[in-house]
């Protein structure tokens, strides 16, 4: 997966809303706003209160918004479908088969909690724990190994995807990794919220280690040495926001010179394990990382570094053994971290593995049951308005010269466009699927890398490919393909709605699609050029007036309290923020152009410009803990579903106008300080 691709939200978990479907015309459900508040003193909660009030948290989620909603209904979709398959035949090695018998191992709990453990056994192939230090050489050379083709992670990894400056061609990256918390602030920040994670992170460390069968000797010494390992690391990684430079994680260096420069690491080794060979060239993503890997393996003794694998592979296989192993990952995952209190129903966390494994064969039964053609031809028509809306944007903007425009509007020409599901399927017929859950995982993991090693290693990039499954309840842009996707999953209420009136579908897929498009004009997405290739394509004056619209958002955002003494991130969520203004701009401009020669009546009690805002608005309608607060404060690129709406609308000159916005309400900025980008 390109690490690079944007997508319209973090989205964890999947329904229609069927009391959208209440009105028909106007699509806009009047129950769930707030009419006690008024729209210029919190835009938000006048839009959205009611319907928070309607969906209180479950103890099963942390946050829960409209796109939950959706999740939700999707989540039965495909349980309907499963199920089905898994009640007939099936030909042994057919889709059917492996969709069946991946969600029934999952399911089966009677042989997890009597087998599981002997699977995490078997897996672990630890026996000769600490008897000797030939044992231990042993496992690093032969067990390790094969532990990373299976998927766990070591302290760094790779993937094979477009090399950013050579766009049509793929390219092997080295980038940083062997954080089990994810992010780096969790190891090096010293508030009192954080410290308390690292704590609970310790205890789990322990508390699963020693359900795995550990004594408390070596239970203590592997939250030690993981510790130790994992914050040195992390020392040495770049966060999140030092990520979204491209230009700074971009270090190609000839292979000669990765062995030369990174010496500590036996190249040859770990890429035939993986059976690569012949790579000429290579980005190395974060070369302090992949030094700090080197010292560790140089400094640790191998016991250490045994404990600290074996670490990552007993926390990535307890989801799929005993009940015991899985409720102490949830207690620190879901509650510690999120602060969600009751775990997913099991279907559910099968129905997840069935996606992560099988996405497309599931892919391919679920489009055929709930994907209209007529869903496909309005949004390829939808598409294309905003594309022309867009181009007119472009071309009003007093920023940028003549010659910037005429690129921008190559690019915009460029994009390539994806709707519903792929041309082509993928093709599954080399991954076995049998009994274990926990084997049918390591099964899928190492399938996954092996077929991106297949399809990309020395191959031009295929633009087919898909980055998400059909089913998925989100949106990209990837911009080394310059492709805007939308699966079928999102191409329903409150996105779509075949039966709502142009208002409706402008300000809520519309904003998607235009949110999609102008990440290729975003601060990261506009140092891509047409052919998807890291280049600067911008006059620097015209860079530099960039620059300085989208700094107006930086601060705006900076200045926003998520949580009390909490500030929202700026640098971080820049590109999310502008994608949602640039969305909302051409968006409006797209539905003004559509209604221009017809346009729409007055329904509900709302004009059709007040229409466009409530559908909008009414997209980012949630609930949600504190905790998961803090996680998305370090963690997410988008903003929170409060600030997406009331964070932007104080920027559109529509909004005002729509609601008769004046300087007397609380949310009124003045004009000069409005981001205007679009
Ligand atoms: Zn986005």
Redesign the pocket.
């Given at each position: 997966m390109n690490k690079k691709t944007?997508?319209?939200a973090f989205v964890a978990g999947v329904g229609m809303m069927s009391s959208c479907t209440k009105q028909l015309r106007s699509g806009i459900d009047l129950s769930n706003l707030d009419t006690e508040v008024k729209v210029g003193d919190d835009f938000y909660q006048y839009a959205t209160g009611g319907w928070q009030k309607a969906h209180p948290l479950t103890a099963e989620y942390s946050r829960f918004g409209s796109f939950d909603v959706l999740q939700e209904n999707n989540n039965k979709q495909l349980r309907d479908i499963i199920e089905g398959v898994a009640k007939q035949e099936n030909k042994q090695g057919s889709i059917e088969q492996k969709i069946a018998s991946l969600y029934n191992s999952a399911m089966d709990s009677a042989y997890l909690n009597e087998h599981g453990m002997d699977d995490l056994v078997t897996f672990l192939a630890c026996d000769g724990y600490r008897s000797s230090e030939e044992t231990t050489a042993q496992w690093l050379a032969d067990v390790w190994p094969r532990m990373q083709r299976q998927g766990v992670g070591g302290m760094f990894g790779f993937y094979i995807t477009a090399d950013e400056k050579d766009a049509k061609n793929n390219i092997l990256y080295v980038v940083q990794g062997g954080l089990t918390l994810g992010q780096k602030d969790y190891y090096v920040d010293e508030d009192a919220e954080t410290r308390k994670i690292r704590d609970a992170y310790r205890k789990y460390i322990e508390d699963l280690s020693r359900h795995a069968g550990f004594g408390e000797e070596d239970v203590q010494r592997i939250s030690d040495d993981v510790m130790r390992i994992e914050t040195y690391l992390a020392q040495n990684s770049k966060s999140m926001t030092e990520l979204r430079d491209p230009e700074a994680n971009y270090n190609k260096l000839t292979y000669a010179e990765l062995k030369e420069q990174f010496a500590g690491i036996d190249w040859d080794a770990y890429f035939q394990n993986f059976g690569i060979s012949g790579l000429k060239e290579v980005i190395v993503g974060q070369p302090q990382a992949i030094h700090a890997a080197e010292h560790v393996l140089a400094g640790e003794s191998a016991e250490a570094l045994q404990n600290y694998y074996l670490w990552h592979a007993i926390n990535m296989a307890a989801d799929y053994v005993d009940d015991e192993s899985r409720a102490l990952g949830f207690a620190f995952w879901g509650g510690v971290m999120s602060g969600k209190q009751e775990d997913r129903p099991r279907w559910k966390r099968a129905v997840s593995s069935v996606e992560e494994g099988l996405g497309e064969a599931l892919g391919q039964l679920y489009v055929a049951k709930h994907f209209p053609p007529a869903a496909k031809e309005r949004m390829v028509q939808l598409v294309r308005n905003l594309q022309v809306a867009l181009g007119e944007r472009i071309d009003v903007q007093d920023w940028m010269s003549d010659e910037t425009k005429k690129v921008a509007h190559e690019k915009l020409d460029a994009f390539y466009v994806k709707v519903g599901y792929p041309d082509e399927w993928t093709d599954y017929s080399s991954l076995e699927i049998g009994d274990s859950y926990l084997d049918n995982i390591l099964a899928c993991n190492e399938w996954a890398i092996k077929q991106n090693i297949e399809k990309h290693l020395n191959k031009p990039v295929d633009r087919n490919e898909w980055f998400m499954t059909p089913q998925t309840v989100n949106a990209y842009y990837n911009p080394t393909t310059n492709e805007i996707c939308f699966p079928a999953g999102i191409l329903q209420p409150p996105f779509f709605d075949m039966e709502a009136d142009d208002a409706f579908n402008y300000g809520a897929i519309g904003v998607v699609i235009g949110?999609?498009m102008t990440?290729g004009f975003d601060d990261q997405g506009s140092q891509y050029d047409k052919e998807g290739n890291l280049r600067q394509w911008w006059s620097a004056e015209d860079r530099q007036r960039f620059e300085q619209r989208i700094q107006v958002m930086r601060e705006y955002h900076d200045s926003i309290e998520v949580l009390p003494g909490l500030k929202s991130n700026g640098t971080l969520t820049l590109g999310?923020n502008m994608?949602d203004h640039g969305g909302l701009m051409v968006a409006f401009q797209a539905f003004e152009n559509a209604t221009a020669e017809h346009p729409l009546k007055n329904i509900d009690g709302f004009t059709p410009e007040q229409r466009f805002f409530l559908a909008y608005a009414n997209v980012w309608g949630q609930n949600i803990r504190e905790e998961e607060i803090r996680k998305r404060q370090k963690s997410d690129p988008?903003s929170l579903g409060k600030w997406r709406v009331n964070g932007q609308m104080p920027h559109m000159d529509a909004w005002y106008e729509a609601f008769g916005i004046t300087e007397s309400d609380p949310m009124f900025i003045p004009k000069e300080k409005r981001v205007t980008i679009w």
């Open positions: 944007m997508t319209l949110h999609e990440h999310e994608a988008h």
